[in-house]
């Protein structure tokens, strides 16, 4: 049941006294500045000023109209990232590599449509490799028997997301092959 304004919880018709607003206010306060101050240790003011990945443009190829959704890990001393292409037909997952995070290569496609799957057939976007997740860690994939493993979302017609998604998981001992 929401609160009314100038009523407690328990319907009492007395709104706050000064001093309770105060606290209240005070201790809003407080816990912003906190959040800033942690905020500050993790962000950059440093802006590189251009794109690292953008579509190519090119007819027939699996990033023709647009490239998002980036996911950056660290394997065997490189900086990867896998992106999700478009291509006007469907999703499909990229793969591109660095070894300064400034400068990107564009490695190709790594998960693509599959005509001959009811899932597959239009769309096949990875967005997440198990790796290392703490704030401060290298984000170094975590193989699973031998396996990397990633979770993917396809849609089932032809198009920018059309039809009900579903979640699907992949795996693959070199990053580039099922």
Same mark, same amino acid.
């Given at each position: 049941?929401?609160?009314?304004?100038?009523?407690?919880?328990?319907?009492?018709?007395?709104?706050?006294?000064?001093?309770?607003?105060?606290?209240?206010?005070?201790?809003?306060?407080?816990?912003?500045?906190?959040?800033?101050?942690?905020?500050?240790?993790?962000?950059?003011?440093?802006?590189?000023?251009?794109?690292?990945?953008?579509?190519?443009?090119?007819?027939?190829?699996?990033?023709?109209?647009?490239?998002?959704?980036?996911?950056?890990?660290?394997?065997? !001393? $490189?900086?990867?990232?896998?992106?999700?292409?478009?291509?006007? #037909?469907? &999703?499909?997952?990229?793969?591109?590599?660095?070894?300064?995070? $400034?400068?990107?290569?564009?490695?190709?496609?790594? @998960?693509?449509?599959?005509?001959?799957?009811? #899932? @597959?057939?239009?769309?096949?976007?990875?967005?997440?490799? @198990?790796?290392?997740? !703490?704030?401060?860690?290298?984000?170094?994939?975590?193989? $699973?028997? !031998?396996?990397?493993?990633?979770? &993917?979302?396809? &849609?089932?017609?032809?198009?920018?997301?059309?039809?009900?998604? $579903?979640?699907?998981?992949?795996?693959?001992?070199? @990053?580039?092959?099922?």
């Amino acid at each position: 049941m929401p609160v009314e304004a100038g009523r407690n919880s328990q319907g009492a018709g007395r709104g706050l006294t000064r001093r309770e607003f105060i606290a209240a206010g005070s201790l809003v306060l407080a816990v912003r500045a906190r959040a800033a101050s942690n905020l500050d240790r993790i962000v950059t003011p440093y802006k590189l000023g251009k794109y690292v990945l953008t579509a190519s443009g090119k007819e027939g190829s699996f990033d023709k109209i647009c490239v998002d959704g980036p996911f950056a890990f660290h394997h065997q !001393g $490189v900086c990867y990232m896998t992106f999700i292409a478009f291509d006007g #037909i469907g &999703y499909q997952t990229g793969l591109a590599s660095s070894i300064d995070m $400034v400068n990107w290569k564009k490695e190709g496609c790594i @998960l693509k449509r599959d005509p001959s799957s009811p #899932i @597959l057939k239009y769309n096949a976007a990875m967005s997440w490799i @198990l790796r290392e997740n !703490g704030l401060y860690s290298s984000g170094e994939l975590i193989p $699973v028997g !031998g396996y990397y493993l990633g979770a &993917y979302h396809s &849609y089932p017609s032809q198009g920018y997301e059309q039809g009900a998604a $579903v979640i699907g998981l992949c795996r693959s001992k070199d @990053l580039r092959q099922r």
